[in-house]
């Protein structure tokens, strides 16, 4: 028997990447503040998030498995989460511009608000090339950067002002690939096992 799968993310990017592993799944949105707490590391952070959304997730569906996930880009210990505005965009990528930052993807996978759960998270390295103001303004008016953690999508356009990746490509994206797919065979449900080696 297949289980289905509910995405706890209103995130395209990583319904796409469930979607180009073949893994069927359902997207409903966990509704949860993402305000950081004063101290708190990038990988602290998205890990208690995404925790968070999962837990309210399988409150809602109690009766299927879970995954949720929070990403985050961090520099020199400093969080860069989604702009506030064109201006907020146009500083983050200035931080960013010729140096390299990391990514954090935080992921838990459960089932039942009181259901025993899975954990990962996974940090990749990213060396953005120097951009000048030209390229800075040019990338903020595409609007690619509104929506998107640290003010770029590594997907999209923003793909011209990036070197060198080191780690999971997709975990950049929002959702490393392969971790997605230990994290279902983990769970030692047969279902799950089954929605891991699916082809859609």
Known sequence: MTA?????SAS??????????????????ADVPEDLL????????AIRLADAKAAAAAA????????????????????LGKPRDDEDAATMLRQLA?????????LHLRRGAAGRGIARA????VRFAPMDA????????????ADKA???????????????IRGSFTNVMGLPARTVYRMLRDARDPALATLALSSG
């Open 60 to 79: 809602r569906d109690p009766g299927r498995w879970v995954l949720a996930a929070d990403t985050l880009v961090f520099l020199d210990g400093l969080i």
């Open 38 to 45: 004063p101290g708190e590391t990038a990988e602290a952070a």
């Open 150 to 164: 640290g003010a770029y999508g590594v997907q999209g356009l923003g793909a011209r002002f990036i070197e060198e």
């Open 122 to 125: 996974e940090v990749s390295r």
């Open 12 to 29: 395209p990017r990583r319904a796409e990447i469930l979607r180009s592993l073949g893994i069927p799944f359902a997207v409903r949105p």
């Open 98 to 106: 010729g140096r390299e930052h990391g990514v954090v993807t935080a």
């Open 134 to 145: 030209e390229e800075i303004a040019w990338y903020v008016a595409t609007g690619e950067p």
């Open 4 to 8: 289905s799968l509910i995405l706890a």
